[in-house]
T-cell receptor, first 113, second 115 residues
Framework: AQSVAQPEDQVNVAEGNPLTVKCTYS??????LFWYVQYPNRGLQFLLK??????LVKGSYGFEAEFNKSQTSFHLKKPSALVSDSALYFC???????????FGKGTRLHILP | EAQVTQNPRYLITVTGKKLTVTCSQN?????MSWYRQDPGLGLRQIYY???????DKGDVPEGYKVSRKEKRNFPLILESPSPNQTSLYFC??????????????FGNGTRLTVT
């Protein structure tokens, strides 16, 4: 069965520093991977996705993610964090043969001024 | 503006009193889905629909019903709510789900409290 893990409940980063939010996945076939962000009192917003092609995927708000097949990881990154990046981030995975999308438990990102 | 609209945003009810949470999208999306969000558990899928008159169970369907009579609407029905259904609920939609992997568009959520 497919699954996704976000090993950190919370990540704290100083403003201006690079940030990484970790995600690992397990699927039986080729993975389709997504990152979403949730701001307070709002629904999730799509950031970026990996389907095929380049392992480094660029998305909204300066975020990018690196797909690593050997490590089954899809970590979210940003070179220089902003206070406004503080939010809850969800990784999601879908097996291309399945209709279901599985979400991780979320990682709360705090950017410290 | 393209959006998924859920109503109500907040709902407090009592055990056993039937309720419906509405969801409507204006993007002509085929795929729609309901999730619940609980602390420490992330998002869990309740039901989803690939198109009109096609619905399937997600991971936590017990105690919920859905219908998809029109493409734009996907209401979530709790026939006899219980306190363990207190949660934050999200409706989401995407276009042509299978094969294209379009991202999900989410509503702003419905916070349900069952006493």
């Amino acid at each position: 069965a497919q699954s996704v893990a976000q090993p950190e409940d919370q990540v704290n980063v100083a403003e201006g520093n690079p940030l990484t939010v970790k995600c690992t996945y397990s699927v039986s076939g080729n993975p389709y991977l997504f990152w979403y962000v949730q701001y307070p009192n709002r629904g999730l917003q799509f950031l970026l996705k990996y389907i095929t092609g380049d392992n480094l995927v660029k998305g909204s708000y300066g975020f990018e993610a690196e797909f690593n097949k050997s490590q089954t990881s899809f970590h979210l990154k940003k070179p220089s964090a902003l206070v406004s990046d503080s939010a809850l981030y969800f990784c999601a995975v879908r097996d291309y043969r399945d209709d279901k999308i599985i979400f991780g438990k979320g990682t709360r990102l705090h950017i410290l001024p | 503006e393209a959006q998924v609209t859920q109503n109500p945003r907040y709902l407090i009810t009592v055990t056993g009193k039937k309720l419906t949470v509405t969801c409507s999208q204006n993007m002509n999306h085929e795929y729609m889905s309901w999730y619940r969000q609980d602390p420490g558990l992330g998002l869990r899928q309740i039901y989803y629909s690939m198109n009109v008159e096609v619905t399937d169970k997600g991971d936590v369907p017990e105690g919920y019903k859905v219908s998809r009579k029109e493409k734009r609407n996907f209401p979530l029905i709790l026939e006899s709510p219980s306190p363990n259904q207190t949660s934050l609920y999200f409706c989401a939609s995407s276009s042509s789900h299978r094969g294209l992997n379009s991202p999900l568009h989410f509503g702003n959520g419905t916070r349900l409290t069952v006493t």
